[in-house]
């Protein structure tokens, strides 16, 4: 099977525009859970689907925003970018739901705001 | 939401054991305990979970604590490859439930 795959891989943005970030997870998986990771903050959860559904939500602010598809594939969407939201963002898939079902991680979309 | 508290870092020879501790006081009885590790330019991957028993798998062994306040991850014999930031995180089947990934543990391997 193929593994989580996001696209783009990396990203260059400026202030104030806004970013889709696109995760693929492997087929069969109906969760979806992306993940921000900084140097100063190491990995924060940002937000969980599960059959089309937000399940739950990280503490960021509504810039940060996602939605995952009929096909489980999911996306996020970051708007007004800020110098902060620099970052590896990381998207994960289950088969089921992630509290008791093993994450697979997809290898991130390195995002650098200038 | 349960909190975990690891080392920041550790430090093993190659070819011996290492034991990765975490602590998780808040634990609740229906938290699932994960072991995901990031090896340098890569997501996370998983390593393996446990709720109330010990468990082994092809990469490693979870001792869970009695009482569930702590769990070490045992990696049998290092490799080179294992260096990594080894992440231990709770998590449970509620929508109030969430994984928080801490800052981890950095291990080295010397060769």
């Known amino acids: 099977k193929a593994g989580v795959t996001q696209t783009p891989r990396y990203l260059i943005k400026t202030r104030g525009q806004q970013v889709t970030l696109s995760c693929s997870p492997i087929s069969g998986h109906r969760s979806v859970s992306w993940y921000q990771q900084t140097p100063g903050q190491g990995l924060q959860f940002l937000f969980e689907?599960?059959?089309?559904?937000?399940?739950n939500k990280g503490n960021f602010p509504g810039r940060f925003s996602g939605r995952q598809f009929s096909n489980s594939r999911s996306e996020m969407n970051v708007s007004t970018l800020e110098l902060g939201d620099s970052a590896l963002y990381l998207c994960a898939s289950s088969l089921g739901l992630p509290r008791t079902d093993t994450q697979y991680f997809g290898p991130g979309t390195r995002l650098t705001v200038l | 939401d349960a909190k975990t508290t690891q080392p920041n870092s550790m430090e093993s020879n190659e070819e011996e054991p290492v034991h990765l501790p975490c602590n998780h006081s808040t634990i609740s009885g229906t938290d699932y305990i994960h072991w995901y590790r990031q090896l340098p330019s890569q997501g996370p991957e998983y390593v393996i979970h446990?709720?109330?028993s010990n468990v082994n798998n092809r990469m490693a062994s979870l001792a869970i604590a009695e009482d569930r306040k702590s769990s070490t991850l045992i990696l049998h014999r290092a490799t080179l490859r294992d260096a990594a930031v080894y992440y231990c995180i709770l998590t449970n089947n509620t929508n109030a439930g969430k994984s928080t990934f801490g800052d981890g543990t950095t291990l080295t391997v010397k060769p």
């Open positions: 689907y599960f059959s089309e559904t937000q399940r």
């Open positions: 446990g709720l109330t």
